[in-house]
């Protein structure tokens, strides 16, 4: 779930530089929930950003074919952004969760702050998968269509009834990018950062206001997708 | 002052009639409460206000138990008739969750941790085999999860020399093919009200023979003292 954190990365405009290769690019990007033939491309994806120390991610185990399908199946609200066919990107969306009975309008404090505690899980999603084809991408373009990724992703969440996305980051900054999560409107640390004893990766857990995430994506050198 | 005196008296007549001392219930607060995480499996989450059990799908997966400890020491000696261990859920992934889960004993010590220093999964104690307690996880957020842990506990404190107990909370069976994770608050969060309990039900040792024959003989020493005072008032009045 590192890739949760970069879930999170910021716009480093690193890639305006070529946002002409960018904009040519654009015509052949579009968006759609992922379909089941993309496991193989979805687990590519994976391999790209976790597959070693300069990955997009740094070194996060196996993700098995056998992981793709399932995900294909238990999350078919997954956006991928596809080129030529080929998907490039995606973030994991479980599907949303029922609303909960109204509250009466006689509720006492204790099950109005029950009641919230429960709205609140509802509407909170983890991310445990997303990525880029970060080895078929230059480097600044690879960040920006992650960018782009997360913008229609959160998009998509929110649509779906979503207010929050959580992540555990490796790291309070993406190597990649300029700006600290937390440095976003609406993006906060749940908990203080925990750190590994063996010289392994550090967690920091976000949580990020869809709505204000989405703005904040919004300014960004985001890639046109159809 | 008779009034009160006959109360006395009446008490320790109770005491005396009834045999048995009655039941108290006790509630132990966490004296530690951590998550351990099998994909950061280096890292110590003990300043966390809450702490998760569960298991999160991808790649490697990701498997979280929680260790509590429970300082038993101020338990009055007698037979524990009920344990319960009680959570109060501050998130789950699915509604209703329904996710096993088993709680066994620690074989030793660990130290909670600062964030930076303390037990990881790479570092936790062993736990003992038997016995074992075991529910499935249904609560929503905002309510207490309850588990029974009476033999667990009875067997718990035989083991320990000074009631210190340490748990550990973890998911029944292999990862599922869904994320199902519920996390609890620990004694972190705010004023640590809602932080992990173990709410015991013991009956004290039964109170030795010399001290029933000194109940009864109070009792019976008080209703005579109180008879006495009766008639004397009656004498005064006449």
């Known amino acids: 779930v590192k890739l949760l954190a970069a879930t999170m990365v910021a716009a480093t405009g690193v890639g305006r530089l070529l946002r002409g290769v960018a904009r040519a690019d654009a015509s052949a990007l579009h968006l759609r929930s992922v379909a089941d033939g993309d496991a193989a491309a979805l687990q590519a994806i994976m391999q790209a950003c976790v597959g070693g120390e300069q990955s997009f991610f740094g070194p996060c185990g196996e993700w098995s074919l056998a992981w793709a399908q399932d995900l294909i199946r238990r999350c078919p609200a997954t956006p991928v952004i596809v080129r030529d066919g080929v998907p490039l990107a995606f973030l994991e969306l479980p599907p949303a969760r029922p609303a909960a009975a109204a509250l009466a309008d006689g509720a006492t404090p204790e099950e109005r702050e029950k009641y919230a505690l429960r709205e609140r899980s509802r509407v909170t999603f983890r991310v445990s998968a997303a990525g880029i084809r970060y080895d078929l991408l230059p480097q600044d373009e690879a960040v920006r269509l992650f960018q782009t990724m997360l913008f229609h992703a959160f998009r998509t969440a929110r649509a779906l009834g979503f207010e929050y996305v959580e992540a555990y980051a490796p790291w309070e900054r993406h190597p990649l990018m300029s700006t600290t999560w937390t440095d976003y409107p609406g993006c906060e640390l749940v908990e203080p950062p925990a750190h590994s004893q063996e010289g392994g990766h550090d967690v920091y857990w976000l949580r990020w206001k869809l709505d204000l995430a989405i703005s904040a994506l919004s300014a960004e050198e985001l890639i046109d997708v159809a | ?238």
């Open chain 2, 1 to 238: 002052m008779w009034r009160s005196t006959a109360l006395a008296a009446g008490v320790a007549l109770a005491l005396c009639a009834g045999g048995r001392a009655a039941a108290l219930s006790l509630t132990f607060g966490a004296t530690k409460d951590t998550q351990i995480d099998s994909k950061d499996s280096t890292v110590n989450f003990g300043t966390w206000t809450t702490a998760a059990v569960g298991f999160t799908v991808g790649g490697p997966g990701r498997i979280n138990d929680t260790l509590l400890q429970f300082d038993l020491s101020p338990l009055p000696s007698g037979a524990i008739e009920r344990a319960t261990l009680r959570m109060f859920i501050d998130t789950t992934t699915q509604d209703p969750l329904a996710l096993a889960v088993t709680i066994a004993q620690l074989q030793s010590d660990f130290v909670e941790g600062d964030g930076t220093t303390g037990v990881t999964w790479d570092t936790q104690p062993g736990v003992f085999a038997s016995p074992l307690a075991s529910a499935t996880m249904n609560t929503s957020p905002g309510d207490w999860f309850e588990v029974d842990v009476t033999a667990l506990s009875v067997a718990a404190l035989a083991r320990s020399n000074h009631a210190q107990i340490g748990l550990r909370i973890a998911p029944t069976d292999a990862p599922l093919d869904a994320s199902s994770v519920f996390t609890m608050r620990t004694k972190e969060f705010d004023d640590g009200e809602q932080r992990p309990q173990l709410v015991v039900a013991v009956r004290p040792a039964t109170p030795a023979p010399a001290l029933r024959g000194w109940a009864m003989l109070t009792a019976v020493g008080t209703l005579l003292l109180l008879g006495y005072r009766v008639l004397r008032r009656r004498h005064i009045s006449a």
